[in-house]
């Protein structure tokens, strides 16, 4: 089937807009997270959901940061009055179980965000 | 926390060659697992291969293997006959193998871009 979809692949904005990051799971998966990637690192877990359920959000970097996921399936990051250090690709994943042996994280292509 | 160090920013390989790509990780939790991703030019992430801590056999998967050495919590990874298209950043990533909050998440290395040579 489809893998994880995001969208849109690039977006570029203005020192202080919002912005809004879409995430599509793979169908039927329970869990979704969310990381980010600086440029030259590796990814850095931003927040998880089960279903509509936001579990963990201890990695969001602060409070203009903001992910739902209303319906258990499609998630949105949005991130409010951008600043250049947002600048970064944001990964999305899913996987089919919370947890355990079966839990295997399949990745989006991920949003590079420049803010300017 | 855990924590996840690769310390080879850059490997190169000859086409058909073997390379060995090196992670070692911290932590004081008896389950858990290992992972190892790639990520090409076109940024998505692809699991290569996968180890559970509990499972004394080293995993593999076709020309990808790895030495799992849990006292030393070391996890390499081994590329057999290297191809033009193992070229990418490879990432070793760490998972609780619990179901508490803040056990689902993927703790990842810095990375190391791997060349190959034709």
């Known amino acids: 089937g489809a893998g994880v979809s995001q969208s849109p692949r690039y977006k570029v904005a203005k020192r202080g807009q919002d912005v809004a990051l879409r995430c599509d799971p793979i169908s039927g998966h329970v869990s979704l997270f969310w990381y980010q990637q600086a440029l030259g690192q590796g990814p850095e877990f931003l927040t998880y959901f089960q279903n509509e359920a936001q579990l963990d959000k201890s990695g969001l970097p602060s409070d203009r940061f903001f992910a739902e996921r209303p319906e258990g399936s499609v998630s949105t990051l949005k991130i409010q009055r951008t600043q250049q250090e947002d600048s970064a690709v944001y990964l999305c994943?899913?996987?089919?179980?919370?947890?355990?042996?079966?839990?295997?994280?399949?990745f989006g292509p991920g949003t590079r965000l420049t803010v300017l | 926390a855990q924590t996840v160090t690769q310390s080879q920013p850059e490997m190169s390989v000859q086409e058909a060659e073997t390379v060995t790509l090196s992670c070692t990780y911290d932590?004081?939790?008896?389950?858990?697992?290992l992972f190892w991703y790639k990520q090409p030019p076109s940024r998505q992430m692809i699991l290569v291969i996968r180890?559970?801590?509990?499972?004394?056999q080293n995993a593999t998967e076709n020309r990808f293997s790895v030495n799992f050495q849990k006292a030393a919590k070391s996890f390499s990874l081994k590329i057999s006959d290297s191809q033009l298209g193992d070229a990418a950043m490879y990432f070793c990533a760490y998972r609780s193998g619990g179901y508490q909050t803040g056990a689902n998440n993927l703790f990842f290395g810095t990375g190391t871009r791997l060349t190959v040579i034709p």
């Open positions: 994943a899913s996987s089919l179980v919370r947890g355990g042996r079966e839990d295997t994280q399949y």
């Open positions: 180890q559970e801590a509990y499972k004394q």
């Open positions: 932590t004081s939790e008896s389950d858990y697992y």
